[in-house]
């Protein structure tokens, strides 16, 4: 007998509520006294814009893409502080026994930002029709045996094997609902709507101006309502992170997200003024910040040279002077922010601690013996983007200093993003490579690139050559098991990567926003986790301006 | 006149051509996926590649697409954005205005304070004034210009509190009339003192050096003896006879930064030419690359053309010829 799971969301997956609490106010915390939201007024925010070729974030991954499209699409349901999921356009879904079946019931009577009505075609049609250019349903696509409309307030999605990370795919970030009666029988890449879209989101776009700004006005059809509360919100492009910082410092913009090296000017800058807040997203996605070794060529096709490096390494330094003291370190191949599957036994801290003695033994045995001061010398590369720069610069320099300790020289090339893809992914001409990719909210989303078999070069996706059917396998059963038999799967996987290092995971970093103290009532604003960004929706100002 | 000017935009064509050929070859060699970059940072599914590539003919030969872009720029057609999904041509059309605002205020102010500087630097010469103004043209040419543009950002924006960090208009715009044209100037100020300090010490140092000559021509030694006053024979005199060289240097530059003033546009968020630039390198939107190389060109040749003019009008023992 079916066993019908309500809300099952908030138990499911290893991202689920992290014991400490939502939200974390770093600097001087002005909470509002009144709580009743007022309407009106005008927000702005602050992106650098890149990506902005199509505000449709099924074409794309893009950050400011994921940012925007906050605000003028939905998904079937959005996730609180605490990492729970919270129903939107379904208003509950249920899981059969199996784990092969999702069921989503939807609100009724809803419309489009253009007026038009809402239903479960239109969820059927972004599955089938839209969804195969998202690259965060690549796991999950593949696998749907079928989505099925059995009425026009519920969605029937059928999978050929259970996925543990299947409910991941239907958050509203990852999959935005789009409406059928825009795109069906066009060319959705190109269809015009991409950069006029038409959704369920608090907002609609009013005007897009390439290179400077986005305004988006009141969605009068929000199936919220009385929100959302302001009268519009204007994205800002500004490419460089500095200017972003000072454009929010000088109340030009209410929110950005926070570059590590500004964290700290803007918590002093918030007790100075009390015109700005730095905030911590407690159950964020992680931020692994790894080194990618290439195994195909000496010296780091030797295991003991790998783990020579990771002796020679102390983290500890990184921490403090790359990331300000922000991140915290990486225990194993899974961030400990996945509570319920990451295994603390297999600890780095312990199997490779700082020992610079240690990492000398093992470069000898390597055979790589310490000749004038010098054991050989190796590229790493990092890429020298706007928003990468100011903390990988750092990260190279204390990495080449305390390799330099064990008789590695090591030549640092900080690139453009586009050429570092190039000679990381595609000419595999690398030594090291320094990057930091999100955890997303399951290792299926966002751990397993680093580490499995990677034959087609896809960039951002294990660049090291390294591809073990062993740990494939483990992989593949850890997505498919249920929740509870999850972690024991991830332990094998955690002691696998340990042993050969493809790849160091060395921190782990959340994430921080920077917002101004114009908006009222943040505990609910900001009732956000993992990527997602402000509730926009729920955004009011003092006194309604 | 209208001979010269024909002959002169004719001598131009096959330079363009070349410009356009050589800009087709960098691009070709540098490496970049422009489909990545308009993907972020996951792996691409297949199909979306495929779909991204077949329309913007990413994989054409490099002979095809140059043919292809020269097919299409005859018939006035810059090629086609695929990070803005917009035609080049509008790109910069809506581009160049905002450029050539900051480019043309920051030089009319450069120009003149240059001058102003180095006249009286001249005219002063070897004295405390001249060594004064010669210490303080030395230490603005020197200082690159973003780094002028930062300080001037963390005095009057920072600090002062008194003008705007970025951008070129309030992103909240509710201003009409005169309020709103004092709006603008406010987000004007500083990109455009950051640039005319920069032109000012180029203009200073150039026309220091030729007032400099131009006070020991033996014209000037006449006009003296003949009792016109000082102010006289500098503005009747020694400005006009010395500026060719000013003239010569900014319009060149002034073709040039047309291009955008790259440095200056990103310190202010300035939606100009130069950052449209910036933009399309860091995405690999080549076909917007090469139609903004080829407008820079174009105002490079046109500036040039109008320099030539100017001497004519400024020296009439100048005669243009073919």
């Known amino acids: 007998m079916a066993e019908k799971l309500k809300h099952r969301s908030m138990m499911r997956g290893g991202w689920t509520a992290l014991a400490a609490g939502a939200m974390v106010l770093v600097g001087t915390a002005a909470w509002a006294a009144d709580e009743t939201p007022k309407h009106g007024g005008i927000a702005v925010i602050g992106t650098d814009g890149s990506g902005l070729t199509t505000l449709n974030s099924h074409a794309t991954s893009a950050t400011p893409v994921l940012m925007v499209s906050d605000l003028w699409a939905d998904g079937l349901f959005a996730r609180d502080g605490k990492g729970k999921k919270v129903p939107h356009i379904a208003t509950s879904w249920d899981i059969s026994p199996d784990q092969k079946t999702y069921t989503f019931h939807l609100r009724a009577g809803l419309k489009w930002s253009d007026g038009k009505p809402f239903s479960s075609a239109d969820v059927v049609f972004t599955l089938k029709d839209v969804a195969k250019f998202n690259t965060y349903q690549t796991q999950m696509l593949p696998n749907m045996e079928s989505v099925e409309a059995p009425d026009a307030n519920t969605v029937v999605v059928t999978l050929k094997a259970p996925l ?40 609609k776009l009013q005007a897009f101006e390439q290179g400077r700004s986005l305004t988006f006005v009141r969605n009068p059809n929000y199936w919220d309502q009385p929100k959302p509360y302001l009268d519009g919100l204007v994205v800002a492009i500004i490419t460089d992170t500095q200017q972003q910082i000072n454009a929010l410092l000088q109340g030009e913009i209410d929110f950005v997200k926070l570059p590590y090296t500004q964290v700290a000017r803007v918590q002093e800058a918030a007790k100075a003024t009390g015109k ?270 | 006149m209208a001979r010269f000017i024909i002959a002169r935009l004719g001598h131009a064509i096959p330079l363009l051509i070349g410009v356009i050929v050589v800009i087709f070859c960098v691009l070709q060699m540098v490496p970049g996926d422009p489909v990545q970059a308009i993907i972020g940072q996951f792996p691409v599914p297949p199909a979306y590649r495929a779909s991204i590539e077949e329309r913007f003919h990413l994989n054409d030969p490099l ?48 120009i003149v304070v240059g001058i102003m500087i180095g006249v009286q630097s001249a005219v002063t010469n070897h004295r405390s004034v001249d060594r004064f103004w010669n210490a303080l043209v030395l230490v603005g040419y020197a200082m690159p210009t973003f780094w002028i543009g930062q300080l001037l950002v963390i005095v009057f924006a920072m600090n002062l509190g008194w003008l705007p960090t970025q951008g070129m208009a309030p992103l909240i715009d509710r201003s009409t009339g005169f309020a709103w044209v004092l709006d603008r100037m406010r987000y004007l100020a500083l990109p455009m003192t950051t640039y005319a300090i920069y032109e000012a010490t180029r203009v200073a140092r150039l026309i220091r050096t030729s007032v400099i000559g131009t006070l020991g021509q033996g014209y000037i030694v006449t006009a003296r003896q003949k009792g016109l006053s000082r102010r006289e024979i500098i503005q009747g005199h020694v400005i006009r006879n010395s500026i060719l060289p000013v003239v010569t240097a900014m319009g060149y530059s002034f073709g040039t930064a047309m291009g955008g003033a790259v440095l200056i546009e990103s310190v202010f968020s300035w939606p100009g030419v130069g950052s449209l630039l910036i933009e399309s390198i860091r995405l690999r939107d080549n076909q917007t690359i090469v139609g903004v190389v080829l407008f820079v060109a174009v105002c490079v040749i046109l500036m040039n053309l109008i320099v030539d003019i100017l001497y004519s009008w400024l020296d009439p023992r100048i005669r243009l010829a073919r």
Not at chain 1, 171 to 177: A, R, S, T, W
Not at chain 1, 399 to 410: F, N, P, S, Y
Not at chain 2, 70 to 76: I, M, P, R, T, Y
Request: aromatic fraction near 12%.
């Open chain 1, 164 to 203: 543990a990370a299947a409910l991941e795919g239907f958050d509203k970030e990852v999959l935005p609902l789009m409406p059928k009666h825009i795109y069906e029988g066009t060319d959705v890449l190109q269809n015009p709507a991409n950069r006029n879209p038409v959704g369920l989101g608090p907002y």
């Open chain 1, 276 to 545: 700005v807040f730095a905030r911590q997203v407690e159950v964020s996605a992680p931020e692994r910040a790894s080194l990618d070794f290439n195994m195909r060529k000496p010296p780091f096709d030797n295991q003991k040279v790998r783990q020579a490096v990771f002796h020679a390494m102390d983290r500890t330094r990184i921490i403090s002077d790359a990331y300000h003291g922000f991140a915290f370190l990486a225990t194993n191949a899974i961030p400990a922010q996945f509570t319920e599957l990451s295994d603390p036994s297999v600890d780095y801290g312990k199997l490779y601690p700082h020992d610079v003695a240690k990492a000398g033994k093992l470069l000898d045995e390597a055979g790589f013996p310490l000749v004038n001061g010098k054991r050989f010398t190796v590229d790493l590369t990092y890429s020298a983007s706007v928003f990468n720069r100011s903390t990988f610069e750092p990260i190279a320099q204390i990495l080449a200093a305390q390799w330099k300790e064990v008789g590695i020289e090591t030549t640092l090339s900080g690139l453009d993003d586009q050429l570092w893809i190039d000679k990381v992914y595609k000419q595999n001409n690398f030594d090291v490579s320094l990057v930091s990719l999100t955890g997303r909210t399951d290792p299926t989303l966002g751990v397993d690139r680093s580490f499995l078999c990677n034959p087609n070069k896809l960039p951002y996706v294990n660049p090291s050559g390294y591809c073990n059917p062993e740990l494939d396998a483990i992989a593949a059963k850890a997505n498919g098991a249920a929740a509870a038999d999850r972690k024991q799967f991830y332990k094998t996987y955690e002691e696998i990567v340990a042993r050969d290092l493809n790849e160091i995971s060395m921190t782990n970093v959340p994430t921080f926003h920077g917002f101004s103290t114009r908006f009222e009532a943040l505990h609910t604003q900001f009732d956000v986790s993992f990527n997602e960004y402000p509730n926009w929706a729920e955004v009011w100002l003092k006194n309604g301006k």
């Open chain 2, 63 to 110: 002979y095809i697409r140059l043919f292809q872009y020269f097919v299409n720029l005859a018939q006035g057609d810059l090629g086609y954005s695929f990070r803005a999904q917009r035609p080049v041509l509008d790109l910069i059309v809506e581009r160049a205005p905002r450029t050539l605002l900051l480019a043309a205020s920051g030089y009319a102010v450069g």
